[in-house]
């Protein structure tokens, strides 16, 4: 089974220009994370889909940050326009409804995001 | 007062020492404490879990959670090179919705090295 990817894994970009990060989810998992972990810092959590729905967006930390799941599957996550502090590690996790005590979160590989 | 502290090391052991890893958190809604290990440029992946109080061993790894103190740790006995990584400590409050766990709220990371 394939897990969780990530598309691009590095990108780099300069201030101002516009970046879609990818995800596609493990098949099957109705929900799906973003987190971003800035250098020095923890991982933090961005928002939280549950199918194309956005269950919790408490995480996004400006509205130069877009989120979509179309159809429930894949999604993107855009930087538009980009500023130097968005420069970190995006990374995406899906998990199962749970069955069990725990809701297991599969984490993809992260997109490597530089702003110049 | 951030919500999880974890001191990010280095930390390098020899093979076959024990290692003990901690982490401390402020927000007593926390039920959910999990350990997640990070390779170099590969995302996270859950290693154990604990609900609520309590130990719990899986081989070589032991997790341990005491509420009343706001303290977890894992240990690791016989340590191998194929351990070195970063160790993250992740926590969440129930949330009922979907029967989901919710967003994870991460510590920074303790980056092992275990040497031959």
């Known amino acids: 089974e394939a897990g969780v990817t990530q598309f691009p894994s590095h990108s780099v970009i300069e201030k101002g220009q516009t970046v879609t990060l990818r995800c596609d989810p493990i098949?099957?998992?109705?929900?799906l994370y973003w987190y971003r972990r800035v250098m020095g810092k923890e991982i933090k959590f961005l928002l939280h889909?549950?199918?194309?729905?956005?269950?919790?967006e408490s995480g996004m930390p400006n509205n130069r940050f877009l989120a979509e799941r179309t159809g429930g599957t894949y999604s993107t996550l855009k930087v538009q326009p980009a500023e130097l502090e968005d420069s970190g590690v995006y990374f995406c996790?899906?998990?199962?409804?749970?069955?069990?005590?725990?809701?297991?979160?599969?984490f993809g590989p992260g997109t490597r995001l530089t702003v110049l | 007062q951030k919500e999880v502290e974890q001191d990010p090391g280095p930390l390098s052991v020899p093979e076959g020492a024990i290692v003990s890893l901690n982490c401390t958190y402020s927000?007593?809604?926390?039920?959910?404490f999990m350990w997640y290990r990070q390779y170099s440029r590969k995302g996270p992946e859950l290693l154990m879990y604990?609900?609520?109080?309590g130990n719990k061993e899986d081989g070589r790894f032991t997790a341990q959670v005491d509420k009343s103190s706001k303290y977890i740790s894992l240990f690791i006995r016989d340590s191998q090179p194929s351990d070195s990584a970063t160790y993250l400590c992740?926590?969440?409050?129930?949330?009922?919705?979907?029967?989901?766990?919710?967003?994870?709220?991460f510590g920074k990371g303790t980056k092992l090295s275990v040497k031959p």
């Open positions: 098949s099957g998992h109705d929900n």
């Open positions: 604990t609900y609520s109080s």
């Open positions: 889909f549950v199918k194309e729905s956005k269950q919790d």
């Open positions: 927000n007593s809604a926390f039920q959910y």
């Open positions: 992740a926590m969440s409050a129930y949330k009922n919705y979907g029967g989901s766990q919710g967003n994870l709220i």
């Open positions: 996790a899906s998990s199962q409804v749970p069955r069990l005590v725990i809701n297991e979160q599969f």
